[in-house]
């Protein structure tokens, strides 16, 4: 039976079609729309950027660990709901500002806390409710007490 | 300023590592001028760390000067050897081996490919949520704390993983040691460092082996990727066991294939290493040493490696045995009536594992990889490359054994941020181990360097 190509053509396209240059096309066409799409990705980025800037939460509780020299544990108090990530995070970069401070969630233990509230007036009434002395406030509304009653372990 | 005295800090540690490679590099090997300088890099880096580790052991504080000292001597005794053996052998003190017009066409092809993951990693300054949450905050507990570091191991943090060894937060210290204060571009510096130098070897090791075009796709390939260089430049260390996974595995493979003892004591160097980044790395370094025990042609070449490894893993041995709080996340699943390995966990698995591997995150990058597998006949199962896949499957299923057996996490929302991660790796590993199987058609022979260097 005559072949529908010629073996002229037969032998371009065995030359033509290796496996390497197979895979080479497919991955020229990858690596375009890769690049494609991390250049919208950086557009993107860039436009959030410029809307939004990249804000830090840590850096409302910087300065503070100058004042836990040697100190090794602060309680950490805040009215926020705790099983949200953004409190979280939150609560990850405020550690991240006050180290080598280790932050504690279990906050009564420790005679020194930091009252992390969305209102002040909220922080002052749970100062009060442990019956601590409010020892300084930043200029984020960051309070740091301390513990009256507190005895250490 | 400050990027400045951070750049000089790692440059300090590529020099001492490039002439440490090339004391070990083997003398009868074709030269590769590029990929020892991206090997080097990695292992000065390696090597910085650890010597702050070493000193903070002894001083219980990070000392600057001690540090700084032992990092110049150190670098002072290396230059003067390559000194007197390139005196001796009449060759150049650096780059004695001509570097070819298309080696510096991929280096700079490779620079433009940064401009973009720089500026990328520049959006997001203080990298992601395990950036400030574990990394840098040990990186900062080990370079503020003074007599307190070690606060950082309490298992009050279990959150920031205390467990986990130290060589990302120690390479960050190195590069804070000019400075008077933890700067936040230092981890960014760093992550884009170990991004490049992860691209550079991967190019380099796979361009002695398949050619250029090839070898530049391949990192184009990844460095392309928004998902990779946005994992890659969190800050976290990923990108750090990806580049040690791959310089080893790049080392093992010419180990065996010269049947070259240099070689593997270097793979050993690099998986030692390895071992420090994650726990992961650990498993990985054991599971290599295993493996190599039967992929390697003789016990003479496993006993270098061995001897490698033994020597860069000694700081996770110390810190594993004195250091850990040990794991706070962990509930065996097998035993506990309260949080039990289930099968919902076991379907739960796999179903997340398929839709992530399809996700568009990837962009059909691990389809075009098992395509890349079928167009190699069977290549990637060859013997010299088999390694590679038996290493794989089971760092894999022990990583998923894990999440079966580890029920103190939710399982949807542990694979959820850290699955990815895994997969970021041992990708470079994947791609390096896919193209030289696509385009080598046979094992490489040894062909005689131009310049013998007696001193190695």
Not at chain 1, 66 to 71: E, L, P, Q, R, W
Not at chain 1, 126 to 152: D, H, M, T, Y
Not at chain 2, 187 to 197: D, K, N, Y
Request: charged content about 15%; glycine content about 6%; some cysteine.
């Amino acid at each position: 039976m005559p072949s529908l190509f010629s073996q002229e053509t037969i032998d371009f396209f065995k030359r033509a079609l290796t496996p390497q240059k197979i895979f080479l096309t497919v991955l020229v066409i990858a690596i375009s729309v890769n690049a494609f799409n991390f250049g919208e990705a950086l557009q993107r980025t860039q436009r959030k950027r410029k809307a939004v800037p990249f804000i830090f939460y840590g850096i409302i509780f910087s300065g503070l660990e100058n004042i836990f020299k040697d100190v090794k544990y602060v309680g950490y108090f805040t009215d926020r709901d705790q099983n949200l990530d953004e409190t979280a995070a939150e609560f990850a970069q405020a550690q991240y500002a006050i180290a080598p401070t280790i932050l504690d969630m279990n906050y009564q233990k420790h005679e020194l806390i930091l009252l992390d509230c969305t209102d002040e007036t909220v922080a002052m009434a749970k100062v009060k409710e442990l019956g601590a002395i409010p020892l300084k406030r930043n200029k984020f509304g960051i309070i740091l007490a301390k513990q009256r009653k507190w005895k250490s372990d | 300023m400050e990027i400045g005295l951070i750049l000089f800090a790692f440059g300090i540690s590529f020099v001492t590592g490039y002439l440490l490679l090339r004391r070990v590099w083997p003398a009868q090997l074709p030269p590769n001028p590029l990929l020892q300088i991206f090997l080097g890099a990695g292992l000065g880096l390696g090597v910085s760390a650890h010597l702050i580790f070493y000193t903070l052991i002894i001083f219980d504080q990070l000392k600057t000067l001690p540090v700084i000292g032992l990092q110049a001597f150190l670098l002072i005794l290396l230059v003067a050897d390559a000194y007197r053996s390139s005196k001796k052998n009449k060759i150049k003190l650096f780059f004695p081996e001509k570097v070819s017009s298309r080696d510096w066409g991929l280096l700079g092809i490779l620079g433009i490919a940064l401009i973009p993951i720089t500026l990328y990693a520049n959006f997001y300054p203080m990298g992601g949520w395990d950036a400030w949450s574990v990394w840098n905050l040990k990186a900062k507990f080990i370079f503020s704390g003074e007599t307190h570091w070690k606060n950082m191991l309490d298992p009050i943090l279990w959150r920031s993983s205390p467990h986990y060894p130290l060589l990302l937060p120690l390479i960050n210290v190195w590069g804070w040691i000019f400075l008077s204060s933890p700067a936040t571009v230092g981890p960014l510096l760093t992550s884009v460092v170990f991004t490049l130098l992860t691209a550079g070897t991967l190019t380099f090791g796979l361009k002695s082996r398949i050619g250029h075009v090839p070898a530049l796709t391949a990192a184009l390939f990844l460095l392309t990727l928004s998902y990779f260089v946005q994992l890659a430049t969190s800050q976290y260390c990923d990108i750090v066991f990806a580049y040690y996974l791959l310089a080893g595995t790049i080392c093992l493979l010419n180990a065996n294939q010269q049947k070259n003892t240099a070689f593997a004591f270097l793979a050993g160097l690099f998986f030692g290493f390895l071992s420090f980044t994650k726990n992961e790395g650990s498993l990985a370094m054991l599971l290599l040493v295993a493996l190599s025990f039967f992929y390697l042609p003789d016990k003479k070449t496993w006993r270098a490696l061995l001897g490698g490894c033994v020597l860069t893993a000694v700081p996770t041995l110390i810190f594993d045995r004195l250091f850990s709080p040990g794991n706070q996340t962990f509930v065996n699943g097998l035993v506990s009536s309260a949080q039990p390995s289930d099968l919902y966990r076991l379907k739960m698995i796999f179903a997340f594992l398929w839709a992530d591997l399809k996700s568009h995150n990837w962009n059909g990058l691990w389809a075009i990889l098992g395509l890349g597998m079928l167009l190699s006949q069977g290549r990637f199962i060859r013997r010299d490359m088999r390694i590679i896949p038996f290493f794989l499957l089971s760092y894999l299923a022990v990583i998923f054994i894990y999440y079966y057996v580890n029920t103190h996490f939710k399982i949807a929302w542990w694979l959820q941020v850290t699955l990815d991660r895994v997969f970021v790796g041992i990708l470079p590993v994947v791609i390096f181990w896919i193209f030289a199987a696509v385009w080598e058609n046979k094992s490489r022979t040894v062909t005689k360097s131009p310049v013998t260097r007696k001193n190695s």
